[in-house]
């Protein structure tokens, strides 16, 4: 990860692909391996081209995943030479404009950190819609970014730790006499964004009512839970390390990283209902020097089939509407973006955390200070 | 222009330019240590200087990020704590490290066994070592695992996840720090004088205390130093292994940088890097800590 704990910068997912490399190398690999991958055959003569193109992404298994399902396939058809890079992060994409010296064509980040960025500037140039696939639903279109990638942010548990009983939703969670055991939470550091609709759902808000977020209530909650709470974690793999080594009968965990655990034996699954559902998206930052590459690719990306394969690969959903018919229905059984599934999660509103983040994070890491 | 040098005895004669002139005998250090001190000032100070005039300079000239920081509680207890965990890590790692650094300075025989299990996991990433731990700690780890077994414990406890586990963890990481400079300051000590004590009568703990003991005590500042300094900066090992509440100052920079706060992080990192030269300033007036950065023996 670094020479020396001292120094280096440890964003939450630089980290979890470098955790991730250590953590899950002993476990089967969580990809859907039976039958053969779709493939996109012919593309639109607009989305070829010529050059490269450098794209930032979160490393680990989803690059893995990433390469196989869009960049290699989008190289080889458009002629448009891809170069990846782990260790996307807003704060870079914002050192590079202003710099001057922006070593990115596209940047795998959140509609949140990216509005969030551009509330202090033009950091991110604007998404040409006229080329993106019109499978792409309009809730997963911002003016300066793409979705791309849907997962969730879920309730997970130990299935030997309560004889049977199955916790459905945060009351269960924040129950710990009829649920025993210590519980992990996300918490600030690492880029984390607190779980205060968890807090709520726990509190008895339904689901519709989260947002825009009651904060004190929010807390109010959080105080019944807080002694339970051995871990506010920061990256992907700890909840999985916690639950592996049971050190944690409850925890919250990013739903694709519950596939390598459960490949690996441990008696551990996803209660979905009250997940959060969060997207990742694209961002062409200002003044990249392939941007008209970025935005080639970016709507290559998006089309139904190599949407289709990401989901084959991780479990993780298709922003794109006419992907479902390229993914078998027994996969679409662990995909946050299946319909049986999508009615359980709560969509998570990046444009209330975009105005309250700050606010929320200052106050969260009082309480748990104070 | 030359100067002749009067030698008493009156029967040699030296003559030695000065002046102005260029002197390759003065310039070989500035030559040897020109491209690091070049790279430095390019890599190191120019960046470091322009992250912390931010702190003073964003937007504009001002100290407002300092008054918010003067009010800010979390700050307060994220800086107390960091400090606390430094000061505890380094008193640990005193404890253990003096009596190793005596073994690998008394026992030649073993000093190489000793050396490799000091540096061995000196050598391995900080990352695998904190899995490691987790392994150890865990509330079904080998410890407490070990401890049921023995009966000496009727139900596991809680190592890991806790500020202790930070602790252990983190005098194992630091460890040779520790042991290394106090370990050359023992080295230095002339041999005769142990042995004239024990001649002249003094018991073996008599000679430890009066001889050994104060002449290894630059050694001892140096590896405080050390290992204080470099334990303020920790950020994975906590982590990973620390307790809920565990937020050290480089998490709350780190934190500040990602909320895109650079001008309250870089504020923080000034009070981080004043503390630490303070710390470096106030040891270095101790008397024979310089030395102790000297290499070589006797």
Do not use: C
């Amino acid at each position: 990860m670094r020479r020396f704990p001292s120094s280096k910068h440890f964003s939450r997912r630089t980290a979890m692909g470098l955790i991730g490399a250590g953590l899950a190398a002993p476990y089967v690999r969580p990809s859907y391996a039976q039958g053969a991958w779709p493939e996109q055959t012919s593309i639109p003569d607009i989305l070829k081209g010529s050059g490269e193109l450098r794209i930032a992404t979160f490393g680990g298994t989803m690059q893995e995943t990433q390469v196989k399902a869009y960049f290699e396939p989008f190289e080889k058809i458009s002629g448009i030479k891809v170069r990846y890079f782990p260790g996307t992060s807003a704060p870079k994409v914002k050192a590079m404009v202003e710099t001057g010296n922006v070593e990115w064509d596209v940047a795998q980040l959140s509609r949140g950190s990216i509005m969030n960025l551009q509330k202090q500037g033009e950091y991110f140039e604007k998404i040409d819609y006229s080329l993106i696939d019109d499978g792409v639903g309009k809730e997963f279109r911002f003016e300066y970014g793409i979705e791309m990638l849907v997962w969730a942010q879920v309730l997970a548990y130990r299935t030997d730790a309560f004889k049977g009983a199955v916790p459905k939703g945060w009351a269960d969670f924040w129950d710990t006499a009829k649920f025993p055991g210590d519980r992990a939470l996300l918490g600030t550091t690492g880029g984390g964004w607190p779980e205060l609709e968890f807090a709520l759902m726990a509190a008895g808000v339904p689901a519709d009512k989260i947002y825009p977020i009651d904060i004190d209530k929010a807390f109010a909650s959080y105080d019944k839970i807080k002694k339970s709470v051995v871990k506010w974690w920061d990256t992907g793999a700890i909840p999985i390390q916690l639950l592996t080594d049971r050190e944690v009968s409850m925890t919250s965990v990013w739903n694709g990283r519950m596939a390598a655990l459960q490949a690996a034996g441990v008696p551990a699954d996803i209660s979905w209902g009250q997940g959060l559902s969060k997207r990742d998206a694209w961002g062409i930052p200002k003044g990249a020097k392939n941007a008209a590459n970025a935005m080639k690719f970016v709507a290559y990306s998006t089309m139904a089939i190599p949407q289709a394969r990401v989901a084959w690969g991780i479990p993780y959903g298709s922003v794109n509407i006419k992907s479902n018919e390229f993914i078998p229905e027994a996969r679409q059984a662990v995909l946050p973006s299946a319909p049986a599934i999508k009615s359980q999660l709560v969509n998570y509103d990046y444009d209330w955390w975009i105005e309250n983040r700050e606010a929320v994070i200052g106050r969260f890491n009082k309480w748990l200070l104070g | 222009m030359s100067e002749a040098v009067e030698i008493p005895s009156g029967t040699l004669t030296v003559t030695r330019p000065i002046g102005v002139q260029f002197s390759w005998r003065k310039a070989i250090p500035w030559l040897l240590t020109g491209p690091l001190l070049l790279f430095m000032l390019a890599f190191y100070a120019v960046p470091v200087v322009a992250m912390l005039l931010r702190s003073v300079n964003d937007p504009t000239w001002t100290l407002a990020h300092f008054h918010a920081l003067a009010s800010d509680t979390v700050f307060f207890k994220v800086f107390s704590n960091t400090l606390y965990t430094a000061f505890t890590v380094t008193i640990g790692a005193l404890l253990f490290g003096y009596p190793l650094a005596l073994a690998l300075v008394r026992t030649p025989r073993w000093a190489p066994v000793i050396l490799i299990m000091i540096l061995l996991p000196f050598w391995t990433s900080v990352l695998v070592r904190s899995y490691a731990w987790m392994v150890l700690m865990g509330r079904h780890g080998l410890i407490n695992e070990a401890l049921l077994a023995l009966g000496t414990i009727e139900r596991p406890f809680r190592i890991l996840n806790t500020p202790l586990a930070t602790q252990i963890a983190m005098i194992h990481i630091l460890l040779p720090y520790m042991v290394l400079p106090i370990a050359n300051a023992l080295r230095q000590i002339d041999p005769s004088l142990p042995r004239a004590s024990s001649g002249l009568g003094a018991t073996p703990w008599g000679t430890f205390r009066q001889i050994t003991l104060p002449l290894s005590m630059s050694g001892v500042a140096a590896g405080m130093l050390l290992v204080f300094v470099l334990a303020l900066g920790f950020y994975i090992t906590p982590a990973m292994l620390g307790g809920p509440r565990e937020i050290t100052l480089s998490m709350l920079i780190d934190l500040q940088v990602d909320q895109l706060n650079w001008a309250y992080a870089a504020t923080l990192s000034a009070v981080l890097l004043a503390t630490t030269l303070a710390i470096i300033g106030v040891f270095y007036r101790l008397p024979g800590v310089s030395n102790a950065f000297r290499m070589g023996a006797r």
